[in-house]
């Protein structure tokens, strides 16, 4: 099997900053992990890898100091590892993310799955998983929380949900968005440092991957930032009383007035 | 100070340092209460590949020598000696084999031990055989093709944790010093059991037991070596797994400096941070000046050791007893730093105090490694 984990590379929550004038997370000075959510993404990589046999990329897209996070990813289990890097690449968004990754994975042969985190705790959207699936045409499941069959051609797989779980069988090729619960991710191993150490690190720029520029970076992303706050929630509540047909049409009044 | 490490033994120090930051230190104390041995930890430590690290490759580990696993038990006794104790116990228990064991030995038992999926542990001491080893009075007597164990061996740690266990006993009384040989004992191994669990000062998430053999009976070909060389290999053994212990107490040491100074510049009595009274910055400044003596100390016998597997005592036992009397000082002057709240279980100096006592005890009393270094200096200059 051959399992694609992609991990972003994003600055440690303990000491992220917002640029007031740009909007933009100030990024100088802060130290960089890998995206925690992919960590146990990796995790189930290498799990599946030591049960079911097979091959474990990681793969990013980020500037040449995001090879730390895919060495990092080797000294816990990956066998081998892509960087997609380019200054092309530079600004992009969700949309532009997802193709540009896409496009690194036909370079790189597919794979047979595809893990990513949930979201990311820097941009936080959680769309890069789903719209990469979408992007590569093949089934995708959001926070999963356990691999619970691994068959020949497809999975069966617990999905994370507000009340409980969904169990879902996907079909093989798929794309998988994990979430914590799904393990407990290990420590790094002695010769996976010795490994990642030796490690030449695939670099594929925008024309190895055959991008369309119009699709990269600043250019292909249709996001703006305009302004970035945390939402107050100062909505009004008041109560209804009376017996139960009381309560219907009182409610059924002001439903009418705010039509 | 700067030992000017290979990228290779800063890995270790990394790796190992992680390892004591983000899980033995957070439980240590909990350890400490329940006596619980520290399974996970020490699972984690096999994902990590640092069972295997003075194992040769051939036999699937690292294939690094004595200062590289001293390099991991520093930073293990940072972080609790009782764990750290469990670990360095695995390897006195694999030394025999790897000094002396044949090939097929060493194929069928150090693989298991490089990944830690089975623990080994090492048993010379009896009841009436402490400091002095040759009143063991466990005995083995081949029959046929197996070999018959009876005896008792106390204080075994990893005793009921461990699968592989290398033993000594007698082989033949009448030959004195040349009547014992060592043994590899499994744990499901007929007539072999344990006794009950010690109840201990200090170290108390490691195990220590007794091994009880009642007409144990082990195939022939689980002699170490000749019959004959038993308490040559157990000389060996402890020679090269002593500074594991010195560093032990560099690593306590290092942890109670880092406690002491933390809270003497916290602590603020007569309108001063207790830092700043010369009486306790000179007890801090004596602490840190042993401690890197100590450290240094048991590198250089490390590397040396390495260098010179022949010429191994004198160094080794130089160094148990400078740095586990170092860190007796250091730990029980880190108590007076804190002053009553050192003595209380809500800092962790009173364990460290309690965890020092045992390094000057084991694998070898101070008396008698101050001894090994007196004869040795003895030999040295009839020789000149
Ligand atoms: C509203 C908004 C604000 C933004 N603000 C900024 C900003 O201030 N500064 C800025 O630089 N960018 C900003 N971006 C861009 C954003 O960080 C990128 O789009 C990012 O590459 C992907 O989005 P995400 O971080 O939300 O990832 P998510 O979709 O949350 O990530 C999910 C998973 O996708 C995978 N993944 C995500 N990115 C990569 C990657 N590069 N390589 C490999 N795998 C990956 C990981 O497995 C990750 O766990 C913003 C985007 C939006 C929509
Ligand atoms: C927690 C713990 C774990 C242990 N783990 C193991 C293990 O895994 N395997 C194993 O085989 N053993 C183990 N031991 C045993 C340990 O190695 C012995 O306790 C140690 O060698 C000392 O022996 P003793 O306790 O019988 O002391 P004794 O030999 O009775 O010594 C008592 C005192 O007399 C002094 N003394 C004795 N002889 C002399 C002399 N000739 N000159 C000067 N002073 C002398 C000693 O220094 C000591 O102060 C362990 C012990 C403990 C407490």
Redesign the pocket.
Same mark, same amino acid.
Do not use: R, V
């Given at each position: 099997m051959k399992i694609i984990v992609c991990v972003k590379q994003v600055p440690d929550a303990k000491d992220v900053r917002l640029d007031p004038k740009t909007n933009t997370l100030s990024r100088e000075g802060v130290q960089s992990i890998i995206n925690p959510y992919d960590r146990h993404a990796l995790e189930e990589a290498v799990r599946l890898k030591e049960k079911h046999g097979g091959t474990v990329i990681v793969l990013t897209m980020g500037p040449p100091q995001a090879a730390e996070i895919l060495r990092e990813s080797v000294s816990c289990g990956a066998d081998e590892a892509v960087l997609v890097s380019d200054r092309a690449f530079a600004g992009a968004d969700t949309l532009a993310t997802t193709y540009t990754l896409s496009q690194a994975i036909r370079k790189i042969g597919g794979a047979d799955l595809i893990l990513c985190g949930k979201q990311a705790i820097d941009g936080d959207t959680a769309q890069v998983g789903p719209g990469l699936a979408v992007r590569m045409d093949i089934p995708y499941v959001t926070c999963v929380r356990r691999i619970a069959q691994v068959n020949d051609k497809s999975f069966v797989v617990e999905r994370l949900m507000d009340d409980g779980y969904d169990e879902v069988e996907v079909g093989l090729p798929a794309l998988f968005t994990v979430v914590k619960e799904i393990n407990e991710p290990r420590l790094p191993s002695l010769k996976g440092k010795m490994k990642a150490k030796k490690l030449a690190i695939t670099t594929l720029t925008a024309a190895e991957i055959d991008a369309d520029v119009a699709q990269l970076g600043l250019k292909g992303s249709p996001t703006w930032v305009v302004r970035v706050f945390a939402p107050q929630l100062k909505g009004e509540r008041s109560m209804i009383a009376g017996t139960v047909q009381e309560q219907v049409d009182q409610l059924a009044e002001k439903l009418l007035e705010w039509c | 100070m700067d030992y000017f490490l290979t990228e290779e033994q800063q890995m270790i120090v990394d790796l190992s340092r992680q390892i004591a930051d983000e899980l033995i230190i957070p439980q240590r104390a909990a350890l400490d209460e329940s006596e619980d041995f520290p399974t996970e930890i020490l699972d984690a430590v096999a994902k990590a590949d640092l069972f295997g690290i003075y194992i040769p490759e051939q036999y699937g580990g690292i294939g690094a020598g004595t200062f590289e696993i001293v390099l991991a038990l520093e930073q293990f006794g940072r972080g609790c000696v009782g764990v750290a104790t469990a670990f360095a116990?695995s390897a006195l228990g694999a030394f025999p084999i790897m000094i002396a064991g044949s090939e097929e030995m060493k194929q069928k038992y150090l693989p298991d031990i490089a990944t830690g999926s089975k623990k080994a542990?090492?048993?010379?001491?009896e009841a009436n055989a %402490?400091?002095?080893a040759s009143g063991i009075q466990t005995t083995a007597v081949l029959d046929g093709d197996e070999w018959v164990l009876n005896g008792t061996k106390q204080?075994? /740690?990893n005793a009921g944790e461990a699968r592989i266990y290398t033993v000594i006993a007698i082989t033949d009384r009448s030959k004195g010093p040349r009547g014992a040989s060592m043994f590899v004992v499994e744990d499901t191994d007929p007539g072999f059991s344990y006794g009950v669990k010690e109840k201990?000062l200090g170290?108390r998430a490691s195990s220590?037991r007794e091994l009880i053999f009642k007409d144990c009976r082990i195939p022939k070909d689980r002699l170490i070596g000749r019959e004959g060389t038993g308490f040559i290999t157990v000389m060996k053994t402890l020679d090269k797994s002593r500074p594991g212990i010195a560093i032990l107490g560099v690593g306590l040491g290092q942890a109670a400096l880092d406690e002491a100074v933390t809270y003497a510049k916290q602590r603020v009595q007569f309108g001063k941070p207790i830092i700043s009274f010369q009486a306790v910055q000179h007890m801090l400044a004596d602490m840190a000046i042993q401690l890197e003596a100590a450290r240094s100390l048991v590198y250089a016998a490390a590397k040396h050791i390495d260098a010179h597997p022949r010429d191994m005592s004198k160094a080794s036992s130089m160094c148990k007893v400078f740095a586990t009397d170092m860190a007796m000082k250091v730990t029980v002057d880190a108590v007076q730093v804190l002053g009553g709240y050192g003595y209380m279980r809500d800092y962790p100096v009173e364990k460290m105090m309690r965890d020092a006592k045992?390094l000057q005890?084991?694998? %070898? /009393?101070n008396?008698?490694q101050r001894?090994v270094v007196g004869q040795e200096l003895n030999k040295e200059y009839t020789k000149a």
């Open positions: - | 116990a542990a090492f048993a010379l001491t %402490g400091s002095d204080w075994i /740690t201990k170290i220590t045992i005890i084991y694998e %070898g /009393t008396q008698i001894n």
